[in-house]
């Protein structure tokens, strides 16, 4: 949460933003991050890997899906941010695509947290506790993306980070 939680964050508020210019303010708000703060997963994942294999084994082949779409959506997010700088007519599309990517990621992180939680025990109980998990976990990310650009940014950005901080924390 702490490494990758705020960038996240901005990608998701990224989606409720219309100019194209406060979009390129984001983006560029944690350009010298994004890339290193996904790195503690390949991290966790071979540690988890090397150092215990059977629960490496037992985890993902109850959380297979949601770790497969996570790892798809850090690779959306990724090359978004790689080809909206060099496709200038279809900008508007990788940034949607880095937003979806970012919301994606953390609804994914937050079913994982929820199922593991739970002890990875099936019933409706625990359906609509994950559910509530990535619900939290999309707007805890929110609040922080919000608080990251209230810190990196002025104006009209600033103030809408301000707003989605209030919405977040209601949420």
């Known amino acids: 949460v702490i490494t990758d939680g705020f960038d996240l964050g901005v990608g998701i508020l990224s989606l409720f933003r219309s100019k194209e ?14 890339d290193a703060n996904e790195t503690w997963l390949v991290v966790l994942g071979g540690a988890l890997f090397g150092a215990f294999p059977a629960a490496y ?31 200038t007519g279809a900008r508007p599309i990788w940034d949607r ?4 990517g970012s919301l994606l990621a953390a609804a994914c992180q937050g079913v994982i947290l929820g199922k593991v939680i739970t002890g990875l025990l099936p ?16 707007s805890g990310y929110a609040l922080l ?11 009209r950005l600033q103030a809408a980070a301000r707003r989605y901080s209030m919405i977040a924390v209601v949420t």
């Open 57 to 87: 084994a037992t985890l993902l082949s109850d959380l297979y899906v949601p770790v497969m779409v996570l790892i798809a959506s850090l690779i959306m997010r990724g090359a978004a941010i790689e080809f909206r700088h060099a496709a």
């Open 21 to 34: 210019s406060e979009r390129d303010l984001m983006i560029q708000s944690i350009g010298h991050v994004w």
């Open 145 to 155: 993306g919000a608080t990251w650009l209230v810190k990196k940014t002025n104006g």
């Open 123 to 138: 019933g409706s109980l625990h359906v609509g506790f994950v559910a509530m998990t990535a619900i939290g976990v999309v």
């Open 97 to 100: 695509v880095f937003g979806i």
